[in-house]
């Protein structure tokens, strides 16, 4: 398959790919969505900024009680790093379920989270985890951050720089994987914060969204059996060739209760 | 177009190419190194794995320009002195192929998952094949080629040490 004609430039810094993105011109990471958009001619950039080489955007750090990673650490340096082992072991088992390993080679964070497809993995953190998103123009909330289907709440010259994900108690992700997709079906990701318990789904709705009902059960008992008998509404969610809306809240009462019994 | 210059197995090329190029159609057409496969063109079946500066990626999923720079290994890069690679000798001695279109790809994950150490167990192998399809289903001599060349690899490194 080929692309429209584009012309490919290789950002040198971050202030290079600001001044570089305009009009048509669309960041390149990992390529891992947008190449494949712009083989089906879904998407025809006039200039693609490659971000991907640039070591300011490259790099996991602990920062006292926050762990912050750059936009363009890839799923592969995300799943093997020890110090994102030692803040969130969840965000390292999360990383590791993501597509295949030639995926995690080359996707990263940030054309993740920018990208927001309603299955993708890392909304789910960054919303139970309660992080904040610094762009090149201000810091966003994750829950402000991912706004709905595909969107989010970038503006069209904004780049992603890094996420600082405030370390939890204890946290999990539990993945119902559409088998042939590898995007999750339905994925919960929990957390016990010390603002209280958050729970986080994506795959099931047209954009992550949180249980209350579930995090007030977990505040005061955080167990799987808390939330055993919370029912999740089927008629805002999404039904396929792949589920249904019912066959998927019914997932995320499963997945969530999974994650709970094995946060760490 | 872009002038690019990278490291083919082990040779140093520099070529115009056009922007839009993907590094599979580059290293196919102007290198006729057609060992890389191109299966669904989609991203999804791995026909078109090759390793960029030691890393398996799929060649349809990333452009030739985004190459420049770094070394890339196709399968015809991986014998050495007319001698198969171990891995390529474990498919063979294993069976690991029947109509062999996907055995390129194949190879090249395998190699890149021993070299990570991630070939730990049948089920281990099973799971960092997911972005692999062998549409014979003969992932079971898959399996045991890939099995047996890690066991291999791990007995030359204890013999190294
Ligand atoms: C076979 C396959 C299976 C997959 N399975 C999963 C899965 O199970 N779970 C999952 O979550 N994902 C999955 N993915 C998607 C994968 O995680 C991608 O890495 C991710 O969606 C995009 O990241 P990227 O770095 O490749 O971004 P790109 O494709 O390069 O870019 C995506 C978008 O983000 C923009 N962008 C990139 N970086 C920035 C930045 N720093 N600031 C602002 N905008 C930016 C780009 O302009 C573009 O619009 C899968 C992909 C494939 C091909
Ligand atoms: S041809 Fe590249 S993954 Fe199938």
């Known amino acids: 398959m080929i692309p429209y004609a584009f012309n490919y430039r290789r950002a040198q810094s971050i202030a290079e790919a600001q001044s570089l993105l305009k009009g048509d011109a669309k960041l390149l990471a990992g390529g891992q969505t947008l190449v494949s958009a712009m083989k089906l001619r879904l998407a025809a950039p006039s200039d693609l900024i490659d971000i991907s080489r640039l070591k300011e955007l490259t790099f996991i750090r602990r920062e006292g009680d926050a762990l912050v990673i750059g936009a363009g650490t890839t799923h592969h340096e995300v799943a093997t790093s020890a110090t994102v082992e030692a803040a969130i072991p969840a965000l390292k088992v999360m990383a590791e379920m993501i597509g295949d390993p030639a995926v995690r080679h080359k996707g990263t964070l940030g054309g993740s989270i920018a990208n927001n497809d309603p299955a993708a993995d890392y909304p789910a953190a960054l919303v139970a985890l309660g992080a904040t998103v610094k762009t090149t123009a201000r810091e966003i909330a994750a829950e402000d951050f991912f706004t709905g289907m595909f969107s989010t709440a970038l503006d069209e010259n904004e780049i992603v720089i890094h996420v600082s994900f405030p370390v939890p108690e204890r946290a999990a992700y539990a993945k119902f994987r559409n088998p042939a997709s590898r995007f999750a079906l339905t994925g919960v990701f929990v957390s016990k914060t010390k603002s209280g318990p958050r729970v986080a789904v994506i795959g099931a709705g047209s954009n992550v969204f949180r249980v209350p009902a579930m995090e007030q059960a977990l505040a005061t008992n955080f167990t799987a059996d808390a939330i055993k008998g919370i029912t999740i509404d089927a008629g805002d969610l999404n039904s396929d060739i792949h589920a249904s809306a019912e066959y998927r809240a019914h997932l995320v009462g499963v997945m969530a209760q999974r994650a709970v019994s094995s946060a760490s | ?161």
């Open chain 2, 1 to 161: 177009m872009s002038k690019i210059t990278l490291t083919v197995n082990g040779k140093s090329v520099s070529a115009d190419v056009e922007d839009r190029t993907l590094l599979v159609y580059f290293l196919r057409g102007q290198r006729a190194l057609t060992g890389t496969h191109i299966g669904g063109d989609t991203s999804q079946c791995g026909a078109c794995m090759v390793h960029i500066d030691g890393k398996a990626v799929k060649s349809c999923t990333m452009f030739a320009a985004q190459a420049d720079g770094s070394s890339v290994t196709t399968i015809e890069g991986l014998a050495r002195d007319g001698k198969l690679h171990p891995v390529q000798e474990a498919f063979r001695e294993h069976h690991g192929l029947q109509c062999g279109f996907c055995t390129p790809g194949m190879i090249m994950t395998a190699v890149d998952m021993i070299a990570r150490g991630a070939a730990t167990s049948r089920d281990a192998i099973r799971h960092e094949l997911e972005g692999n399809i062998c549409r014979c289903t003969g992932y079971h001599n898959i399996v045991s080629a890939i099995e047996a060349a890690a066991q291999q690899a791990g007995a030359s490194k204890a013999a190294a040490e």
